[in-house]
């Protein structure tokens, strides 16, 4: 029984080691030629890993690329050194314009201001710049396409170098591998923008394949690099999956683990976080689709002020009607949105309900919530009911609000409360979205307002019935036994229900997909 645990084991732990160097190189470092480990960029990566280029497919690449008028260039691996005129000299890391690669041996190129024959297997094949007019990429096509993968490169090379460590190659089953996740679980974190861009990436590409050229492109580079026989959207696919199979491995490791090994109690903390990573990978992928919608709510606020709702908050925590008091007592009917961070107040337009102004938001940070019996109130000399106070920490000052009714009231103590457990989550797991994404909301948000009246807009919000939130880490977590390339979003909690709060939106053309 025990022989067959530890065999079980050591498999799991084999599939576990593939999973963190797959797609990678054999090794957790490049060596160089004296054998000393340097860190290298992605780029280098790609560069350093073909000794020798594999004869035939990239003459035929490269051929395409140059009749189709692009440049190609090759840096040279070591020192030639030639007497023959019709040979071209160069030493190592010289690049050298390539004019010609039908034969597999020797390639005609430029270097400097000769041209001449050199020795195809005395270079590596690379793209460094391919252009026909001003280039064919783009920085946004890049970064578009490519997202944060140089990050992650850099993390998981030392990750896997750590991972090789912890592995007990005598005696596998033996292995303790688990405080290396524990170790590096905040770094996997890099992984959650990846996958958020992904989508983008995907569409960008998509575009590009269209055109002969950027086919060409791609598959030269591929042949160049002796990369296996896959699509570029199949390798930019990889990073993707491979944050999905750490907790479906882990989770088969400790299948295999007994109580009694040392490594039991790292392990399963090990699951538990990795799970968590992909709880947070796929909240902040709820998030991005919240901010396009809060974007689109913003712009069709009239008389706006002030920042922009998403320069601090990323989620609509609750919505409704209340009664605020002034300071000089005057009763004044507002409808409020509570956003983490910030409280909004807009007015309906007196003629068009459907019309919301903006006047005014507290800042929730600098706020405490404070409940107010019913009866008269000594801070405003007035009788209340149903009514809560929203005080200013610093200032003192104090914003009284009515609720029609107790069951409303209740609904905004336990909004306030959310917020403010919302804000501390966000803080503890490093929820955050880029200033990029959150502009790049505002501006499709008002592009699409672009030509449009606000009398196009024919309905008003109404409140959402209160909806429990409960803490990230506490949230059902499911893991499937497989995982669809067209679902791997869906690994770490089931499927959320569309907000309530946008569906009573369902008349408001911001609102519309």
Same mark, same amino acid.
């Given at each position: 029984?025990?022989?067959?645990?530890?065999?079980?084991?050591?498999?799991?732990?084999?599939?576990?080691?593939?999973?963190?160097?797959?797609?990678?190189?054999?090794?957790?470092?490049?060596?160089?030629?004296?054998?000393?480990?340097?860190?290298?960029?992605?780029?280098?990566?790609?560069?350093?890993?073909?000794?020798?280029?594999?004869?035939?497919?990239?003459?035929?690449?490269?051929?395409?690329?140059?009749?189709?008028?692009?440049?190609?260039?090759?840096?040279?691996?070591?020192?030639?050194?030639?007497?023959?005129?019709?040979?071209?000299?160069?030493?190592?890391?010289?690049?050298?314009?390539?004019?010609?690669?039908?034969?597999?041996?020797?390639?005609?190129?430029?270097?400097?201001?000769?041209?001449?024959?050199?020795?195809?297997?005395?270079?590596?094949?690379?793209?460094?710049?391919?252009?026909?007019?001003?280039?064919?990429?783009?920085?946004?096509?890049?970064?578009?396409?490519?997202?944060?993968?140089?990050?992650?490169?850099?993390?998981?090379?030392?990750?896997?170098?750590?991972?090789?460590?912890?592995?007990?190659?005598?005696?596998?089953?033996?292995?303790?591998?688990?405080?290396?996740?524990?170790?590096?679980?905040?770094?996997?974190?890099?992984?959650?923008?990846?996958?958020?861009?992904?989508?983008?990436?995907?569409?960008?590409?998509?575009?590009?394949?269209?055109?002969?050229?950027?086919?060409?492109?791609?598959?030269?580079?591929?042949?160049?690099?002796?990369?296996?026989?896959?699509?570029?959207?199949?390798?930019?696919?990889?990073?993707?999956?491979?944050?999905?199979?750490?907790?479906?491995?882990?989770?088969?490791?400790?299948?295999?683990?007994?109580?009694?090994?040392?490594?039991?109690?790292?392990?399963?903390?090990?699951?538990?976080?990795?799970?968590?990573?992909?709880?947070?990978?796929?909240? /902040?992928?709820?998030? +991005?689709?919240?901010? @396009?919608?809060?974007?689109?709510?913003?712009?069709? #606020? *009239? $008389?706006? !002020?002030?920042?922009?709702?998403?320069?601090?908050?990323?989620?609509?925590?609750?919505?409704?009607?209340?009664?605020?008091?002034?300071?000089?007592?005057?009763?004044?009917?507002?409808?409020?949105?509570?956003?983490?961070?910030?409280?909004?107040?807009?007015?309906?337009?007196?003629? /068009?309900?459907?019309? +919301?102004?903006?006047? @005014?938001?507290?800042?929730?940070?600098?706020?405490? #919530? *404070? $409940?107010? !019996?019913?009866?008269?109130?000594?801070?405003?000399?007035?009788?209340?009911?149903?009514?809560?106070?929203?005080?200013?920490?610093?200032?003192?000052?104090?914003?009284?609000?009515?609720?029609?009714?107790?069951?409303?009231?209740?609904?905004?103590?336990?909004?306030?409360?959310?917020? /403010?457990?919302?804000?501390?989550?966000?803080?503890?797991?490093?929820?955050?979205?880029?200033?990029?994404?959150?502009?790049?909301?505002?501006?499709?948000?008002?592009?699409?307002?672009?030509?449009?009246?606000?009398?196009?807009?024919?309905?008003?919000?109404?409140?959402?019935?209160?909806?429990?939130?409960?803490?990230?880490?506490?949230?059902?977590?499911?893991?499937?036994?497989?995982?669809?390339?067209?679902?791997?979003?869906?690994?770490?909690?089931?499927?959320?229900?569309?907000?309530?709060?946008?569906?009573?939106?369902?008349?408001?053309?911001?609102?519309?997909?």
């Amino acid at each position: 029984m025990v022989a067959r645990e530890g065999m079980a084991r050591f498999w799991s732990l084999e599939s576990l080691q593939m999973v963190a160097a797959d797609g990678g190189t054999e090794s957790s470092a490049l060596v160089d030629d004296n054998g000393s480990e340097e860190d290298y960029s992605y780029e280098e990566l790609c560069q350093a890993t073909p000794r020798y280029l594999q004869p035939g497919g990239e003459q035929l690449a490269i051929n395409e690329l140059i009749s189709d008028g692009s440049i190609v260039y090759a840096e040279a691996l070591w020192d030639h050194v030639t007497m023959d005129d019709q040979e071209l000299g160069f030493k190592a890391g010289d690049v050298i314009r390539v004019l010609e690669a039908s034969n597999k041996d020797w390639w005609w190129g430029r270097n400097e201001d000769k041209e001449a024959w050199f020795p195809a297997s005395f270079v590596r094949g690379y793209i460094r710049q391919c252009r026909k007019h001003t280039g064919m990429f783009t920085t946004a096509q890049l970064s578009t396409i490519f997202g944060n993968i140089e990050d992650i490169y850099k993390f998981q090379r030392k990750f896997l170098k750590d991972l090789e460590k912890q592995y007990n190659k005598e005696e596998p089953h033996l292995s303790e591998i688990g405080s290396c996740f524990l170790q590096h679980q905040e770094g996997f974190a890099i992984y959650s923008e990846y996958c958020n861009n992904h989508p983008s990436a995907c569409i960008e590409l998509s575009k590009l394949m269209k055109q002969g050229k950027y086919r060409h492109f791609f598959e030269a580079c591929r042949l160049l690099q002796q990369m296996i026989d896959i699509a570029i959207d199949g390798f930019l696919l990889t990073p993707v999956q491979k944050i999905c199979k750490y907790p479906l491995q882990l989770a088969e490791l400790l299948k295999y683990t007994t109580q009694e090994h040392s490594d039991y109690n790292n392990i399963k903390a090990a699951y538990e976080a990795m799970k968590n990573v992909a709880c947070l990978i796929n909240e /902040r992928k709820r998030r +991005l689709e919240s901010i @396009d919608k809060i974007a689109r709510w913003q712009v069709s #606020i *009239v $008389d706006w !002020e002030g920042p922009d709702v998403l320069a601090r908050s990323s989620e609509l925590i609750h919505s409704g009607e209340l009664t605020k008091i002034s300071k000089q007592g005057k009763s004044q009917q507002r409808t409020f949105f509570l956003f983490d961070h910030q409280l909004v107040f807009c007015k309906k337009d007196l003629l /068009r309900r459907d019309i +919301l102004y903006y006047k @005014d938001r507290l800042d929730m940070d600098e706020m405490e #919530i *404070v $409940d107010t !019996e019913d009866g008269r109130d000594r801070d405003f000399n007035i009788n209340v009911k149903n009514a809560f106070k929203i005080i200013n920490r610093g200032t003192g000052e104090i914003h009284l609000f009515f609720a029609k009714k107790q069951e409303d009231k209740n609904r905004w103590m336990q909004a306030c409360e959310n917020e /403010r457990r919302r804000v501390q989550e966000d803080k503890e797991m490093g929820m955050e979205i880029s200033e990029n994404q959150k502009k790049q909301a505002m501006q499709n948000a008002r592009k699409s307002r672009q030509g449009k009246i606000k009398g196009d807009y024919n309905g008003c919000p109404v409140p959402p019935p209160h909806q429990s939130l409960h803490p990230i880490h506490q949230r059902h977590i499911t893991v499937p036994t497989s995982i669809p390339q067209q679902q791997v979003f869906a690994l770490a909690e089931p499927k959320r229900k569309p907000s309530l709060f946008w569906h009573t939106f369902n008349k408001l053309t911001p609102f519309k997909k």
